[in-house]
C-alpha cells in the first residue's frame, strides 16, 4: 500500500506531466494523463500547482511557438509545420514535425495513394536524429521515430526509440502504447519485460511500468496471477481510474468470465455514463453472449451519445450482426473505418461478415487489413486460415493458422485448425503431432476432472489418421479413448463413430460378443451408420449363435 | 602630336585602339581607373552616359594638365562616335563614324566603324568593310570581327580560312607577354573563334585544344573557358590538371580571385574539397557568398549529391536575385522534377514561354514539365524542338533519348544518347545511360565497354560504379561486382543517404551478398535500405523473403512475401518465391512446433491454472522432433536451388 506522501508525490508529478504534454499538443496522453489525476484516491489534493520550465530556446522560440500551437489546434497543420522553420528549441522541432506527419497522414487518407507522400517520412527521420545527435536530445522527438518505425513496421528501432524516449520522461501513455503496438510476438514481449525488469534503469520501478506491463500482457491475453497482482496495486493507488478498470474488464473478457466483465463494464458506465472509448468491445461481448435487447439498447444509447464515432458504428454494425442483416452491419463497418482506418476490432468483424455472406474474397481482403494493423489480432490470422479453407488453398491456410498458434498457443482450436491443414495436404505425422498438441492442451487446461477427458472429436481424428497410415494399434487406441469420452461428454457423432468402428474392429478379431454390445444400441448416427450398426449387430449375433 | 593610332598587335585588347584610352593620361593608364575598394563594381557603373568612367577622367584631364594636347578633329569624332556607339545610337555612330574613315581611312576607324554595323547586326556589311582594303585585312583586330562577322553568318569554312586552323602567333611555352593594357588579348580571342569554329564543324577535339589555348595565352579569355565547362569537352579529372596550369598572371592582381572563380565552377564529381575551399574563400575573403555563380556553383555541388531539396532551395535563391538566369534554370529544372514539383514547373514553363520564346531551355522547361507529368510523347516533342533551336544543347537530347528510355524503346534511346555522348566527350553521363540500355538490352560486353568509357572519363560518380557492380553481377562475377558496389559507397559517402541511389546501391549489395550466399549480410544491407526507403519496393521485399527461405525461417519469408504482393499483386518473382515458401513451409514443421511449445511452457510458467503435469506430452513431442530432423537432413534444401535474379536497374 503506498503512503499518502509518495501518492502527492505521484499527483505532482502527473500534474506537471499533463501541463507538459499539453503544451506540446499530445492530446491523448495529455487526457490520459488528466484522468489518472482524476483517477487517484482523493483527487482533489492538490496544494501548488506546477509550472513549466524553459531553456533559452524555448524562450527564444516561444512567441513562434504559441503562434504555431493555435494553428495546430484549428487543425491547420501545414501552417503550424511552415511557421516553426528554423526554430532551435527540441519542443519547437517536435511540433513542426509532429504536425507534418499528421498532415501527411491527413493527405495519404485523402487522396489514397501515399506512395510520394512516404518518402517525407524519411527527411524526417533525418532531421530528427540530426537533432538528437546535436545537442541535448528530446524525448518527444524519440517519440516521434518510434511512430515513424512502427509505421514502417521497423520495430526494433521503434523499441528502441520509444524506450529512450520513455527513460526521459515515462508519463507519455501514448508511447508506451505506441511500444505495445510495436510489440507483435509473445516471446519479445517476455523477453521485454524480463530485460527491464532486471536492469537498473530508471523504468524498472516506476507505476508507468505496471500500467505497461499490464496491458501488454493483456494484448497478449494473459490471465496470470503477475498481472492480476499488479492490476491490483494499481487499482489501489488508482481507485477511480476507468483505464485500469478497463483492463480488468478485457483480462476478464479474454478469460471468458463474461458475467463478471459485463458487470465491470456496468460500473464504469455509471461512474462515466458518457464515455465511449471500448464500448465497442463492450458490444461484442454483449453479441457474444446474445444478449440482444442489451445491445439493442447500447446501440441507441451510443448513438445517442454521437453517431459518427467509429466505436458508435460498430456496435451498430454489431446489433445489425446479431439480426442477421449482414450487407447493413457491413456498411456500418465500413463508416466506422471511414472515420478511422485504423479502427481495430471492425477489420476482422467486418472479415467474419464476409464470411457469413459466403464472400471468401472480401473476407480475406478485411482480415489482411487487419492483420495489417494489429498483427496480434489471432481471431483476423485465424480467420484468414478459414478463409483459405474455404478456397481449397490448404497451403495458406497452413500459414495463417501457424501464425493464429504462434499468438494463441494454448488454445486448442488453432491446433485443431492446423491439424486438419496438415491431414488435407497429406502430412500426416505433422497432423497426428498437432491434434495431440490440442488433446494436452483440452486435458491441462482442465485439470479438475481428475480421470482426464477428452475431446472426442479430436480422439476420433486422431483415430482416424491413424487408420489412414494404417497403423491399427494407434488407431485402435483412440477410437477406444473417443468411445470413453461418452460418460462426460455424452453420445455424439463421434463417439458413435468410433462405436461403430470398434465394433467393425471386434467383428474382424472375432469378439462378436464385445461387438454385439457395441452396436445393439446404436441409434445416434445418419441413417447408413445405423444400419450398418444393425448389421454388425446381426452379424456379431448370427456368429454367437453358432 | 597628332598621332595616327597605332595597329594593336595580337598581345593587345581593343582597349588599345579606343579613343578613350589612346587618351588617356599616363598615370590613369597605369593606375586600374576604379579605386580598389570598388574593383567589382563594372566599369563605368557610377556612370550612366559613357563606356569607361575614365573618359571623365580624361575630360577632367584634359581641362586641368596644361601639358596635354588639345584634341584634333579626327580625335573629337571619334568620341562622337563611340559615344554614340556606346548609347547604341547606330545610325549617329555609323554616320560619324564613315566620315572619320573617310578622313584617316586607318584600319582602326574601320573597325569601329565595323564595330557599329557588328553591333546593329549588319554582320555582312561589317565584313566587307572589313576585308574591303587589304591594310585593313592586315590589321589584328579587323581580322577578329571580321572572322566574328564570318561566324555569325555560319559561314564556318570562311571564317576558317581567314584566321586559319592554328595559331600563328604560337610561342614555345615559356614566352609570354604580359598585355599592358587589362583587356583579353586579341590571340586569345582569336584562338577562341578558331573553338567556335571546330566546335561548329562538330570537331570537338580541335575545338578543345583551341580553347585551351585560348585560355592558357591569355587567362581573361572566360568565353573559352565557359565554353570548355559549359559543353564538358573535358574530363573532371582533366579540368583540374588544365586549371592549375593557367597563367593568372595576366590578370594582375586579380589572379587569386580568378583562380578561386575558376575552380569553382569545375565538375563537382573531383577535389571537392578543393571545391569546398574555394567556396569558402570566396565567401570569406571577397565576400561573393551571395554572387550568382558562387551560388550556381553551390547548386551544381549539391545536385551531384542528390541532395535535391538544399539545391532547390540555392536554386531559388538565386532566381529570387535574377529571375531571367539561365545558367541556373537546368538545375532547377531537374531538382523540381526529382522532387515533384510539378506546379512550380508548369508555372516556370508558362513565365518562359511568355518572356523567352525562342530560347531552347523554354522548351526544355516545358519537355520536362510534360516528363513530370508523364505523357512522354508530348515531352519528346517539346525536346526536339529544344534542340532543333539550339542543336549543341546537351540537356535536351539527354531530356529526348531519355523520353525514348522511359517508353522502353531502346534502340532509339541509344541513338539519341549516342548523339549526347558526342556532344559532350567530357562527360561521363551519356556512356553511362548507354551502358544501362545495352544492359537493359542483356547485351553485357556492349554495355560493359560504355560503362568501362564512363569509367575512363569519372570514376567517382556512384551511379556508374553501381552499373559496373550490376553488370559483374549478371556476369556472375560476384567477387567484382561486390568491390564494384562497395567502391561506389565510398564514393557516395557525403551522399544524401536518402538519395534513390544510396539506397541503390545498399540493396545491389545485398543482392550480391544473397547470390553469394553470405545470407546475414544480405540481411543486413536489406535492413539498411528499409530503414531509410519507402516502403513499396517489391523486389526488395521479395529478396528479403528469398533470404528468409534459404535461413529456413519460413514464416518470415512468408510474411515478407506476402507484404511484396500487397505492393504488386501480379509480381510473378515474388509470387512464384511465395508459393515456394509455402510448399516448403509443410516440410520444414520442426521450427513451429519448437517455437510453440516454448510458448506454450513460458504462458504456462506464469499462468494460474495449471502445474507441472503439462511438461508429459512435451516429452512425447521431442522424440518426433529427432524424426524430424532426420527427414529434413535427408530431403536437403529444396529451394536455393534455382532462385530467381531479382536484381533491379536504377535508371536515374
Known amino acids: 500500500m503506498e503512503t499518502d506522501e509518495s501518492i502527492?508525490?505521484?499527483?505532482?508529478?502527473?500534474?506537471?506531466?499533463?501541463?507538459?504534454?499539453?503544451?506540446?499538443?499530445?492530446?491523448?496522453?495529455?487526457?490520459?494523463?488528466?484522468?489518472?489525476?482524476?483517477?487517484?484516491?482523493?483527487?482533489?489534493?492538490?496544494?501548488?500547482?506546477?509550472t513549466l520550465e524553459f531553456d533559452p530556446y524555448d524562450l527564444q522560440d516561444y512567441s513562434r511557438f504559441i503562434l504555431a500551437k493555435s494553428y495546430f489546434d484549428v487543425k491547420e497543420f501545414d501552417r503550424c509545420a511552415h511557421s516553426l522553420v528554423g526554430c532551435k528549441s527540441g519542443n519547437a522541432v517536435f511540433l513542426k514535425l509532429y504536425s507534418k506527419i499528421l498532415s501527411l497522414d491527413k493527405k495519404m487518407a485523402e487522396e489514397n495513394d501515399g506512395s510520394d507522400l512516404n518518402s517525407?517520412?524519411?527527411?524526417?527521420i533525418q532531421e530528427i536524429e540530426s537533432f538528437n545527435s546535436s545537442s541535448n536530445p528530446n524525448h518527444f522527438l524519440y517519440y516521434l521515430l518510434g511512430i515513424i518505425y512502427n509505421k514502417k513496421r521497423n520495430y526494433k528501432l521503434a523499441q528502441r526509440n520509444l524506450l529512450a524516449a520513455l527513460k526521459l520522461f515515462p508519463y507519455n501513455w501514448s508511447c508506451w502504447q505506441e511500444l505495445i503496438n510495436s510489440i507483435i510476438d509473445f516471446d519479445e514481449a517476455m523477453e521485454l519485460l524480463n530485460k527491464v525488469k532486471s536492469s537498473k534503469s530508471s523504468l524498472n520501478p516506476s507505476i508507468m511500468f505496471n500500467f505497461f506491463e499490464v496491458v501488454l500482457l493483456q494484448e497478449f491475453y494473459q490471465q496470470s496471477v503477475d498481472v492480476n497482482q499488479t492490476l491490483e496495486k494499481l487499482l489501489s493507488i488508482f481507485p477511480n481510474f476507468n483505464f485500469l478498470k478497463i483492463q480488468k474488464f478485457l483480462i476478464c473478457y479474454h478469460s471468458l468470465d463474461y458475467y463478471q466483465a459485463e458487470s465491470i463494464f456496468d460500473q464504469i458506465l455509471e461512474d462515466d455514463p458518457l464515455r465511449i472509448d471500448d464500448l465497442d468491445t463492450y458490444s461484442n461481448m454483449l453479441y457474444v453472449m446474445e444478449k440482444k435487447s442489451k445491445l439493442s439498447f447500447l446501440a441507441q444509447y451510443s448513438s445517442n451519445i454521437d453517431k459518427f464515432k467509429p466505436e458508435t458504428c460498430c456496435i451498430i454494425a454489431n446489433y445489425h450482426s446479431m439480426k442477421g442483416e449482414h450487407e447493413k452491419a457491413i456498411m456500418y463497418y465500413k463508416r466506422a473505418l471511414i472515420l478511422n482506418k485504423n479502427s481495430l476490432s471492425a477489420w476482422t468483424l467486418m472479415g467474419h461478415e464476409f464470411v457469413e455472406l459466403k464472400n471468401s474474397h472480401a473476407a480475406i481482403e478485411s482480415y489482411r487489413r487487419a492483420v495489417d494493423i494489429n498483427p496480434k489480432d489471432f481471431r483476423a490470422w485465424y480467420g484468414l486460415g478459414q478463409a483459405y479453407e474455404v478456397l481449397d488453398m490448404h497451403l495458406y491456410s497452413l500459414y495463417y493458422y501457424q501464425r493464429a498458434t504462434n499468438l494463441q498457443p494454448t488454445d486448442k482450436r488453432m491446433w485443431q485448425a492446423i491439424g486438419n491443414c496438415y491431414e488435407k495436404i497429406g502430412k500426416f505425422d505433422e497432423s497426428l503431432k498437432s491434434f495431440k498438441k490440442a488433446l494436452s492442451i483440452d486435458n491441462t487446461n482442465k485439470p479438475q476432472e481428475s480421470h482426464g477427458s477428452y475431446d472426442p472429436y479430436i480422439c476420433y481424428?486422431?483415430?482416424?489418421?491413424?487408420?489412414?497410415?494404417?497403423?491399427?494399434?494407434?488407431?485402435?487406441?483412440?477410437?477406444?479413448?473417443?468411445?470413453?469420452?461418452?460418460?462426460?461428454?455424452?453420445?455424439?457423432?463421434?463417439?458413435?463413430?468410433?462405436?461403430?468402428?470398434?465394433?467393425?474392429?471386434?467383428?474382424?478379431?472375432?469378439?462378436?460378443?464385445?461387438a454385439y454390445e457395441l452396436t445393439k444400441d446404436l441409434n445416434h448416427n445418419n441413417a447408413h451408420d445405423i444400419e450398418e450398426a444393425r448389421a454388425i449387430a446381426r452379424e456379431a449375433r448370427n456368429r454367437m449363435n453358432k | 602630336m597628332p598621332q595616327p593610332q597605332k595597329t594593336p598587335s595580337q598581345h593587345n585588347s581593343t582597349l588599345y585602339i579606343s579613343p578613350l584610352v589612346n587618351n588617356r593620361q599616363n598615370e590613369v593608364f597605369v593606375t586600374p581607373p576604379n579605386p580598389a575598394a570598388k574593383i567589382f563594381g563594372s566599369p563605368g557603373s557610377e556612370n550612366t552616359t559613357s563606356f569607361f568612367n575614365v573618359?571623365?577622367?580624361?575630360?577632367?584631364?584634359?581641362?586641368?594638365?596644361?601639358?596635354?594636347?588639345?584634341?584634333?578633329?579626327?580625335?573629337?569624332?571619334?568620341?562622337?562616335?563611340?559615344?554614340?556607339?556606346?548609347?547604341?545610337?547606330?545610325?549617329?555612330?555609323?554616320?560619324?563614324?564613315?566620315?572619320?574613315l573617310a578622313l584617316t581611312s586607318d584600319p582602326n576607324d574601320a573597325f569601329w566603324l565595323a564595330q557599329v554595323y557588328f553591333s546593329s547586326g549588319n554582320y555582312l556589311r561589317a565584313k566587307s568593310l572589313l576585308m574591303s582594303k587589304p591594310e585593313f585585312e592586315k590589321s589584328v583586330s579587323c581580322r577578329y570581327l571580321a572572322a566574328f562577322c564570318l561566324i555569325k553568318l555560319e559561314l564556318w569554312d570562311d571564317a576558317l580560312d581567314l584566321i586559319g586552323e592554328s595559331n600563328p602567333f604560337r610561342r614555345d611555352e615559356q614566352y609570354q607577354i604580359r598585355n599592358s593594357d587589362g583587356g583579353i588579348k586579341l590571340e586569345s580571342s582569336m584562338c577562341y573563334l578558331r573553338g567556335l569554329i571546330f566546335a561548329n564543324q562538330n570537331n570537338f577535339d580541335k575545338a578543345k585544344e583551341a580553347y585551351k589555348e585560348a585560355v592558357f595565352v591569355d587567362v581573361k579569355c572566360f568565353e573559352a573557358f565557359n565554353e570548355l565547362i559549359t559543353n564538358n569537352l573535358m574530363t573532371p579529372s582533366e579540368e583540374w590538371e588544365f586549371i592549375t596550369q593557367l597563367n593568372y598572371s595576366d590578370a594582375d592582381n586579380n589572379d587569386e580571385l580568378v583562380k578561386l572563380l575558376y575552380s569553382s565552377r569545375l565538375s563537382k564529381y573531383f577535389n571537392v574539397h578543393k571545391f569546398d575551399e574555394a567556396e569558402t574563400i570566396l565567401k570569406q575573403d571577397y565576400d561573393l557568398g551571395d554572387n550568382t555563380d558562387i551560388l550556381l556553383a553551390r547548386a551544381d555541388y549539391l545536385y551531384v549529391q542528390c541532395n535535391f531539396d538544399e539545391c532547390l532551395s540555392v536554386c531559388e535563391?538565386?532566381?529570387?536575385?535574377?529571375?531571367?538566369n539561365f545558367s541556373i534554370l537546368p538545375?532547377?529544372?531537374?531538382?523540381?522534377?526529382?522532387?515533384?514539383?510539378?506546379?512550380?514547373?508548369?508555372?516556370?514553363?508558362?513565365?518562359?514561354?511568355e518572356s523567352h520564346p525562342t530560347d531552347a531551355m523554354t522548351w526544355l522547361a516545358i519537355g520536362v514539365y510534360y516528363l513530370s507529368i508523364n505523357k512522354i510523347i508530348e515531352a519528346r516533342r517539346f525536346f526536339s524542338k529544344a534542340t532543333l533551336l539550339n542543336p549543341n544543347f546537351g540537356q535536351a537530347w539527354i531530356g529526348f533519348a531519355h523520353t525514348f528510355a522511359a517508353e522502353g524503346e531502346h534502340e532509339q534511346a541509344i541513338s539519341a544518347y549516342a548523339f549526347a555522348a558526342r556532344l559532350f566527350p567530357g562527360t561521363h553521363l551519356p556512356n553511362l545511360f548507354l551502358g544501362m540500355q545495352h544492359l537493359l538490352m542483356d547485351n553485357l560486353n556492349l554495355a560493359e565497354e560504355y560503362l568501362s568509357t564512363s569509367y575512363q572519363i569519372c570514376n567517382t560518380d556512384p551511379l556508374l560504379l553501381n552499373e559496373l557492380g550490376v553488370i559483374h553481377f549478371h556476369k556472375n562475377d560476384l567477387v567484382r561486382a561486390e568491390a564494384f558496389f562497395k567502391e561506389a559507397l565510398t564514393a557516395s559517402k557525403n551522399l544524401n543517404s536518402d538519395s534513390q541511389t544510396w539506397i541503390c546501391l545498399h540493396a545491389n549489395l545485398g543482392h550480391v551478398y544473397r547470390k553469394a550466399n553470405e545470407l546475414h549480410r544480405a540481411l543486413e544491407c536489406y535492413n539498411q535500405v528499409l530503414r531509410i526507403s519507402d516502403k513499396n519496393d517489391t523486389n526488395l521485399l521479395a529478396s528479403i523473403g528469398l533470404v528468409y527461405l534459404k535461413l529456413g525461417n519460413h514464416l518470415k519469408s512468408i510474411s515478407f512475401l506476402h507484404d511484396a504482393l500487397a505492393i504488386s499483386p501480379s509480381d510473378p518473382v515474388a509470387t512464384d518465391l511465395l508459393k515456394r515458401a509455402l510448399s516448403s513451409n509443410q516440410h520444414y514443421s520442426k521450427p513451429f512446433f519448437d517455437s510453440a511449445s516454448n510458448k506454450i511452457r513460458t504462458m504456462r510458467a506464469n499462468s494460474i491454472s495449471t502445474t507441472s503435469p503439462s511438461m508429459e506430452p512435451q516429452?512425447?513431442?521431442?522424440?518426433?522432433?529427432?524424426?524430424?530432423?532426420?527427414?529434413?537432413?535427408?530431403?536437403?534444401?529444396?529451394?536455393?536451388?534455382?532462385d530467381e535474379e531479382v536484381m533491379d536497374i536504377e535508371s536515374d
Open chain 1, 461 to 514: 481424428k486422431l483415430a482416424s489418421i491413424y487408420e489412414k497410415i494404417a497403423s491399427v494399434k494407434e488407431c485402435y487406441k483412440y477410437m477406444k479413448l473417443c468411445f470413453d469420452q461418452e460418460l462426460d461428454w455424452g453420445i455424439t457423432d463421434e463417439t458413435s463413430k468410433a462405436r461403430l468402428w470398434l465394433a467393425r474392429y471386434a467383428l474382424e478379431l472375432k469378439k462378436y460378443e464385445e
Open chain 1, 8 to 50: 502527492d508525490q505521484l499527483r505532482t508529478d502527473l500534474l506537471k506531466a499533463q501541463i507538459t504534454l499539453s503544451n506540446i499538443n499530445l492530446l491523448q496522453a495529455s487526457k490520459w494523463c488528466a484522468e489518472a489525476i482524476n483517477g487517484l484516491s482523493n483527487a482533489s489534493n492538490i496544494t501548488q500547482i506546477p
Open chain 2, 317 to 324: 535563391r538565386v532566381l529570387s536575385k535574377d529571375q531571367y
Open chain 2, 331 to 353: 538545375n532547377y529544372l531537374s531538382c523540381l522534377h526529382e522532387l515533384g514539383g510539378k506546379n512550380k514547373l508548369f508555372l516556370k514553363a508558362h513565365q518562359l514561354a
Open chain 2, 55 to 100: 573618359d571623365r577622367n580624361v575630360t577632367n584631364n584634359g581641362n586641368q594638365s596644361k601639358d596635354s594636347q588639345p584634341l584634333s578633329q579626327a580625335e573629337k569624332l571619334r568620341l562622337w562616335r563611340h559615344d554614340a556607339l556606346m548609347q547604341h545610337q547606330y545610325k549617329t555612330a555609323e554616320f560619324i563614324g564613315d566620315k572619320v
Open chain 1, 120 to 124: 517525407k517520412l524519411s527527411k524526417i
Open chain 2, 619 to 642: 516429452k512425447n513431442d521431442d522424440l518426433e522432433d529427432v524424426g524430424d530432423i532426420a527427414r529434413s537432413l535427408k530431403m536437403g534444401e529444396v529451394s536455393s536451388d534455382e
